[in-house]
C-alpha cells in the first residue's frame, strides 16, 4: 500500500513550524517569499507526521539523511529516514499545495504540479507539440518528474531523457537512461483542481495506492477519509481507500 496526501499550505502554522529540525529551519531561513515558507513549512510538517504515523515514532523527532546515487555523497541526493532507510517516500510542493507519499519499500517519486506552473518550453521536453493544452502539459510534466525522482537522479538527467506515452493515454513508461522500463510502473492521481499529479514506482507489483485529503493537522493525518485513486489504463496503480501515512524532504 502506498499512502498519498495532499494538503493546502497557504500560511505558516505554529503547529508545522514546532516540528522542524535545525537544518530545516535554517533552509527556512533562507526563503523571502512567504508562499515559498508556507508550502516548505506544510510540506516537512505534513512529511514528518506521515513518515511518523509510517514508523510509529515522534513526527518531532524524526531523523532524515541524504545519500547521492551517482557519488555517494551524504551532502545532497535522495532523502531517507534514518530510522528505515528502506522506507519509501517522496515529497513534492507547488504555491499553495503540498503533496507527499510513502509505502514499501521500492523507490517511489511524487510530483504534483499546479496546471499554470509548468515551466516554460515545458512540452517540447516531455515531447509533446508546442501547441497542447496547458491541462495536457501539466499532466506530461508530473509523469516525467516522477519516475526522475523514483530513479533518485532527479534533475540530472533531463526531462527529453524519459519518454512515456502521451496524456491522452495511459501512463507508460517507454524510455529512460535505465534498464528495464517495463518495471517502472506510473500512475495519473486524482488531484485537486487546477493541479496534476502522478506517482511511479520502481519495480514489484503494480501497488495499491489510497488518497488523501486534509489540512496539515496532525489528526487529519490520522483520521481523514481516503478518497479512490483516479488511474487509468492496463498500466495503472489501483487506488483504495486506506489510512494515512507520508513523505520527503527538501
Known sequence: MIDVWFAHATVVREAD???LDADELAHLGSLRRSDERASYVAGHAL???????????DP????????CLTCGSTDHGKPF?????????????TRTM???????????????????????GAAELVGLPADSSTEDV???????????????????IPPDAVRLTGPGAAPRLLSWPFPDAAGVHVADLASPSG?????????????????HRGNHEEEDLCHSGAARADVRGADRLHG???????????
Open 195 to 211: 493541479f496534476a499529479a502522478a506517482l511511479a514506482v520502481i519495480g514489484g507489483n503494480r501497488p495499491t495506492i489510497a488518497i
Open 47 to 57: 512529511l514528518r507526521r506521515a513518515v511518523g504515523a509510517a514508523l510509529g515514532a
Open 81 to 93: 529516514a534514518t530510522a528505515d532507510a528502506a522506507l519509501a517516500f517522496s515529497i513534492s510542493r
Open 17 to 19: 513550524l514546532a516540528l
Open 98 to 120: 503540498v503533496g507527499v507519499a510513502v509505502g514499501g519499500d521500492h523507490p517511489l517519486g511524487l510530483d504534483l504540479e499546479a496546471f499554470d506552473a509548468v515551466p516554460v
Open 138 to 156: 501539466a499532466r506530461q510534466w508530473v509523469r516525467v518528474e516522477a519516475v526522475l525522482k523514483a530513479s533518485g537522479a532527479g534533475l540530472s
Open 60 to 67: 518531532a523527532g524524526i531523523e532524515f539523511g541524504r545519500s
Open 240 to 250: 483504495r481507500p486506506g489510512s494515512g501515512r507520508a513523505h520527503q524532504v527538501r
